[in-house]
Structure formats: C-alpha cells, structure tokens
C-alpha cells in the first residue's frame, strides 16, 4: 500500500506545471491587492504574494506594484483608479473592434493570438490604437493562470483609454459563479492562497479587493455601431420584460457576488442571472431557433449582430447569415483559438496563426 501511495504522490508531482526556476508553479501566485481608503496614501493597496509557497506582503509604491525577490515572474501591475469608473454602455463610429470570449485563465493562449493579431506587441502592451475590445467573459474558472489572464487585461483597460481606444470587459456566467461563492470549477492551484490568505477563493475578489472592484465597474452587455454583446445571448423573454441594456447593467452590477439562494428568491434577478438570461442562455444552438426569431431580437435593439460567447465552437462562426456571431472558439482547451475583427463593418475571423479570413 505504502508502494502505491508513494508511486501516485510521483506520478502527480510529474504533472504539476514546473517554473523557470525548477520549482512547481503553484507555488507562485498573486498579487492580491486589498485596498483602504482610509489608510496613509503609502498604505492604501496592500499585497501579498505567493512565492516559492510562502506568503510575502508590500506595499504600492505610488500606484506600481513590486514583486518580492525570488517571486518567479508574477505580474507587477501599476495599479489605475480609471479602470474603475463606470463607462458607457454604447458607442457609435467605431472603426476598428476586436472580440474574444472564454479564456479560462489560458494566458499563453491568449497572448500568442493578441500578438500574431497585433493586438499587443512584443511586450504584450496594447497596440490597437483607438480601437475597441470586447471580451465576453469567463476569465475565471477552468485554467491555472486566472489571475495572470485578469491582471494583463487589467493593464489593457488602463492602457486603451490612455491611447484613445477602449476594453469593454463582459461578465459571464463564471465571473458571477465565482463572485457569488459557487466554487467548483477553481483549479488547485488556487487553493493555497485562500490557505495562506485565510479567505475563500470569492473572498480574495471580494469589495475590498483592486480586482473585485474594477470587476464591479463593469457591464454584463455593450452595444458598439450595429453590434450587442453579451456571454450567453438575448432570448425573447427579455423582449416581454422589455428590459433595456442601461436598466439590465445597473442591476447586474447592484447584485453580482450575492449567493445563488437570493438571487433565485428574486423572480427578475432569477431570469438575469440564470435560465434564460444573458450569461447562461444557449438557446440560438438549439434545433428549433429560427432566423425569424433572431430578428425580432435584433429590431428590438437597432442592431444588425448579436455576438456571443458560452456555447464553444472550434472557430468564430457566423449563423444566420451573420446575424449572429459565435466567438468562444475553445481557447479553454489550452491550444489555440480565435478571434472576431470588424474592420469598418467588415467582418473578419482572426485565426491562430495571424492569418485573416472573412467571416
């Protein structure tokens, strides 16, 4: 018996993702950046990091973030109040637009397809000028490198408004799992900073968190020119509740990280945030959805797409004659993936590789 556990304990050390530096990466993790805005200006963000499996905390410089020494590669974010406001939730003249969805903490993933798309440049900082991003959601859950995946987009958002662009960042069904204490798709590697920490998983994004608050700030739907966003999709029973985007926004973001058992005691938090609402409905990918149906959803928001994330494909893919618009293209597998390009209404399948298609 004695033989086996130890040839098991061998075999799952074997799998564990290994550093630059020889030692497991699960040991490496962070920052966590709690926030008090009644501390001294040099004590207002507070971090902790995970290294080499030990917990080390600082303090923001300013508004940079240091790491430790000896603390692998973890992100040194510098650390942005603008993020943090509450933008709007539709724009108009939009020339150029980028949209991905469900990255699942694949960062490798991510970053190879930003930069063969020119996205980002060598040193994964934004370069899309004035251009906007669309991501619809579920960085969490799945993968090992969420907070990698948040803090790099974390950095986009403050850099697309300083060059004059934007990065509109959606909330999927994930973030809200996640928010609200629904745990059971976060990967181990997690598990020990909640030890160290002493907080649960939701807990380290919770209000007094840099992250918990800029994901607070955000919209759960966006509509740019003739497109509406969102994770899941708009079913018909948001028309005979006639909903609006501004009005669905504000309570989305007055309710995420409340559990599950009040959320459901609420018959409109209830349709919001599960069943047929935008973050969990499926329904365009089911037999019987028809093209007539899809149009009465887009005459009710003046637009010509829907484009959506959640229901995974192999590509991004354009149904009812690009009415609507498929773009969670697996990258949750950790191989490759793809993106949506609208290039002055043209619309255009970023591939893996840097190469360009049509839709």
């Known amino acids: ?57 600082n303090y923001a410089n300013g508004q940079q973030l240091t790491r430790p020494t000896d603390c692998g590669q973890l ?36 970053i190879t397809l930003l ?8 040193n994964n900082n934004w370069a899309f000028g004035t251009g906007h991003m669309v991501i619809t959601g579920d960085m969490f859950d799945r993968g090992d490198k969420i907070n990698e995946v948040l803090w790099f987009i974390y950095q986009l958002d403050r ?20 928010l609200g204490g629904d745990l059971r798709y976060v990967h181990q590697r997690y598990d ?16 007094d968190t840099e992250i918990g608050q800029w994901l607070r700030s955000k919209h759960t739907l966006v509509k740019i020119n003739d497109v509406l966003y969102m994770h899941g999709g708009i079913s018909s029973e948001w028309l005979d509740r ?38 969990w409905y499926r329904g365009y990918f089911k037999q ?11 005459a009710y928001f003046d637009v010509k797409h829907i484009t959506v994330g959640h229901t995974s ?9 690009n009415k609507l618009i498929a773009i969670d293209s697996s990258i949750k597998l950790g191989k490759q993936g793809e993106l949506l390009l609208i290039d002055n209404g043209e619309l255009i399948r970023g591939l893996f590789n840097g190469e360009r298609e049509p839709l």
């Open 313 to 321: 494909q192999t590509q991004v893919l354009g149904l009812f004659n």
């Open 1 to 57: 018996m004695l033989k086996l556990w130890l040839s098991t304990l061998l075999l799952f050390s074997l799998c564990l993702p290994v550093s630059a530096n020889n030692q497991p990466a699960y040991q490496f993790d962070g920052p966590y950046v709690f926030t008090d805005p009644s501390a001294q200006p040099a004590k207002a963000h507070s971090a902790y990091w995970i290294c080499n499996a030990q917990l080390k905390h």
């Open 75 to 110: 992100p040194q974010p510098l650390l942005s109040d603008t993020v943090k406001q509450v933008m709007p939730d539709s724009f108009q003249g939009v020339k150029n637009i980028v949209a991905l969805s469900d990255v699942h903490g694949q960062y490798d993933v991510l």
């Open 159 to 178: 850099q697309a408004k300083a060059a004059g662009g934007m990065l509109h960042l959606l909330m999927g069904n994930h973030e809200q799992m996640v």
């Open 242 to 279: 006639k909903l609006t985007i501004k009005q669905a926004n504000k309570i989305f973001r007055d309710n995420i990280g409340r559990p599950k058992r009040e959320l459901k005691q609420d018959e409109l938090l209830n349709f919001l945030f599960y069943g047929n609402g935008p973050t």
């Open 115 to 122: 930069k063969n798309q020119n996205i980002i440049d060598d």
């Open 288 to 298: 019987g959805f028809t093209e007539s149906e899809l149009d009465h959803i887009l």
């Open 192 to 207: 020990l900073a909640s030890q160290l920490l002493e907080r649960s998983n939701d807990a380290l994004y919770g209000e």
